[in-house]
């Protein structure tokens, strides 16, 4: 990550500034994405982008950039030699007053930069969850730069020993602090459905349809934390893989290993993501 995209410029790092009175620095005051790039190709870049716009929608933050033009920012960070992540940042910008309402005539912030992605430590082997109550607020669809309550979450279960969080909210499963769920039930992958309580994750769809294109049987359904907790496996998806919870609140899940369904669907999205490249 020798050079950053800032605002129509490409920097070092370490030149790269933004004012104390930038709305995302005062308030949080942004959205963002984090878009994995296979080799130089960006993954999904449409759906990426048409989140971004949700997103920016969502916090009524005008912005208009074709797909084009955003892979044309990006592609100069990219290194068709690895495999990578842009993070792309988007706040309402600079104002001159620290003022709780929108001011008038603002320029956008916009910041990416680009990191090498390494498998998730411990995917072989699964990891441990535990479940919290979902402590955030009501609009988890927008991916906002305002995370404090998710790493909030995320420290608490590392603090119990645990790799991530699972929040759940009136007795039903919601997400991870920074993934999203899926459970085998009953022989079915289930997953929670789309609603404002979680992040519609790009994984997350992919996971489902290469399930139908493998003829694996899923569905989108609400998950109790009871039949989670009897779930034969279950996984988490990241920006780019799902990762087995072998253990969730102390007690194993199956056998305390990765189970069956997960090595067939983690070799599936292997094959699939080397064939993109």
């Given at each position: 990550m020798d050079k950053?995209?800032l605002?129509?410029?490409?920097l070092?790092?370490?030149?790269?500034k933004?004012?104390?009175?930038d709305?995302g620095f005062?308030?949080?005051d942004?959205?963002?994405?984090v878009?994995?790039a296979?080799a130089?190709?960006l993954?999904?870049?449409?759906?990426?982008?048409?989140?971004?716009?949700n997103?920016?929608r969502?916090i009524?933050?005008?912005?208009?950039?074709?797909?084009a033009?955003?892979?044309?920012?990006?592609?100069?960070?990219?290194?068709?030699?690895?495999?990578q992540?842009?993070?792309?940042q988007?706040?309402?910008?600079y104002a001159?007053?620290?003022?709780?309402?929108?001011?008038?005539?603002?320029?956008?912030?916009?910041?990416?930069m680009?990191s090498?992605?390494?498998?998730m430590?411990?995917?072989a082997?699964?990891?441990k969850?535990?479940?919290?109550e979902?402590?955030?607020?009501q609009?988890?669809?927008?991916k906002?730069?305002?995370?404090?309550?998710?790493i909030?979450?995320?420290q608490?279960a590392?603090?119990?020993?645990?790799?991530?969080?699972?929040l759940?909210?009136?007795g039903?499963?919601?997400?991870?602090?920074?993934s999203n769920?899926f459970?085998v039930i009953?022989?079915?992958?289930?997953?929670?459905?789309?609603t404002?309580?979680?992040?519609?994750?790009?994984?997350?769809?992919?996971i489902?349809?290469?399930?139908r294109?493998n003829?694996?049987?899923y569905r989108?359904?609400?998950?109790?934390?009871?039949a989670?907790q009897s779930?034969s496996?279950i996984?988490?998806?990241?920006t780019?893989?799902?990762?087995?919870?072998?253990e969730?609140?102390?007690?194993?899940i199956?056998?305390?290993?990765?189970g069956?369904?997960?090595?067939?669907?983690?070799?599936?999205l292997l094959?699939?993501?080397?064939?993109?490249?």
């Open positions: 950053v995209y605002n129509g410029e490409y070092p790092l370490a030149e790269a933004v004012s104390v009175l709305r005062l308030f949080g942004g959205v963002y994405e878009i994995p296979y130089g190709r993954f999904r870049l449409e759906e990426h982008i048409t989140r971004l716009n997103s920016l969502g009524r933050l005008p912005l208009k950039y074709s797909v033009e955003w892979q044309a920012i990006f592609q100069p960070l990219l290194d068709a030699e690895k495999n992540c842009i993070y792309l988007v706040t309402r910008g001159p007053k620290r003022e709780h309402g929108f001011p008038e005539n603002l320029q956008p912030t916009i910041f990416a680009c090498d992605v390494q498998p430590a411990g995917k082997g699964g990891i969850a535990v479940t919290l979902d402590t955030r607020w609009m988890c669809n927008i906002a730069i305002t995370l404090l309550a998710n909030l979450l995320r608490e590392l603090d119990h020993g645990c790799a991530e969080a699972i759940v909210k009136n039903y499963v919601i997400e991870g602090a920074a769920v459970a009953d022989g079915e992958l289930t997953t929670p459905p789309k404002n309580e979680i992040l519609p994750g790009i994984t997350r769809d992919l489902l349809e290469l399930a294109a003829g694996i049987p989108e359904d609400i998950i109790a934390l009871e989670l779930a496996e996984w988490v998806s990241f780019q893989e799902i990762v087995p919870v072998v969730l609140d102390g007690k194993p199956g056998n305390g290993k990765p069956p369904l997960w090595l067939t669907m983690d070799r599936i094959d699939y993501k080397k064939s993109l490249s």
